[in-house]
């Protein structure tokens, strides 16, 4: 099984509200994901980081923001919630370097958002 | 054109019946190919990587064609904890790279 923990599994915010989704790994990855998905859509890539102070961002254009201040806590943060935000968001982490490694990414069990 | 594409499904089967399911990609510099799994409201997990000469493991094979940019997945003897959703994925882009995830085909196996 894989060690990446995700908190909170579930969570229901007002408009305007700042949250933070924390994402922890106990697997020395260097490199770390956030993803946003939609019920019965695919996997957009929001956020990544190769290491300690790398953050870059994904494919899907997102008004989250993300920091790498240890490698094993990739948190991602809401200033002020909307109900577009509004999503399942999910962490995942993979090693850097291998041939393996770079592909096999662990997911952690994701944060339901709700914004109401 | 979206990176990865799949047919979304759902495939509904009975017990022991055999299903495949396509993907193709449209990046043809695409390095590494994949199938993920994904149960109802859960996280995504790697099934098995595909490679170019097909590979196989237990009831499950998959093969690539490069040329035509097409990757498929068979099952065979379906379960009904086969029932999920499998994601096409591709990599490219060297170290720096990272995976594409297609929006997943959902495959029902009933009793």
């Known amino acids: 099984e894989a060690d990446i923990y995700q908190t909170p599994r579930y969570l229901v915010i007002g408009t305007g509200k700042k949250i933070t989704l924390e994402c922890s790994q106990t697997?020395?990855?260097?490199?770390m994901y956030w993803y946003q998905q939609d019920p019965g859509m695919e996997l957009h890539l929001i956020h990544y980081?190769?290491?300690?102070?790398?953050?870059e961002k994904g494919d899907l254009s997102s008004e989250s923001t993300v920091s790498r201040i240890r490698t094993e806590h990739f948190p991602l943060t809401l200033e002020s919630a909307r109900p577009s935000h509004t999503s399942q968001y999910l962490c995942?982490?993979?090693?850097?370097?291998?041939?393996?490694?770079?592909?096999?990414?662990?997911f952690g069990p994701g944060t339901r958002l709700t914004v109401t | 054109r979206k990176e990865v594409e799949q047919d979304p499904g759902p495939f509904n089967v009975p017990e022991g019946a055999t299903v495949a399911f396509n993907c193709t990609y449209s990046?043809?510099?695409?390095?590494?190919f994949f199938w993920y799994r994904q149960d109802c409201r859960k996280e995504p997990k790697l099934l098995m990587s595909?490679?170019?000469s097909g590979n196989e493991d237990g009831r499950f094979t998959a093969q690539l064609n490069r040329a035509s940019q097409y990757i498929s997945l068979l099952i065979r003897d379906s379960k009904l904890s086969d029932s999920a959703t499998y994601l096409c994925?591709?990599?490219?882009?060297?170290?720096?790279?990272?995976?594409?995830f297609g929006k997943g085909t959902k495959l029902s196996v009933k009793p």
């Open positions: 995942a982490s993979s090693e850097l370097g291998g041939s393996r490694g770079l592909y096999e990414q662990y």
């Open positions: 980081s190769y290491g300690v102070n790398s953050t």
């Open positions: 697997m020395g990855h260097d490199k």
């Open positions: 595909v490679y170019s």
């Open positions: 994925v591709v990599y490219y882009g060297g170290s720096q790279g990272n995976l594409i």
């Open positions: 990046n043809s510099a695409s390095q590494s």
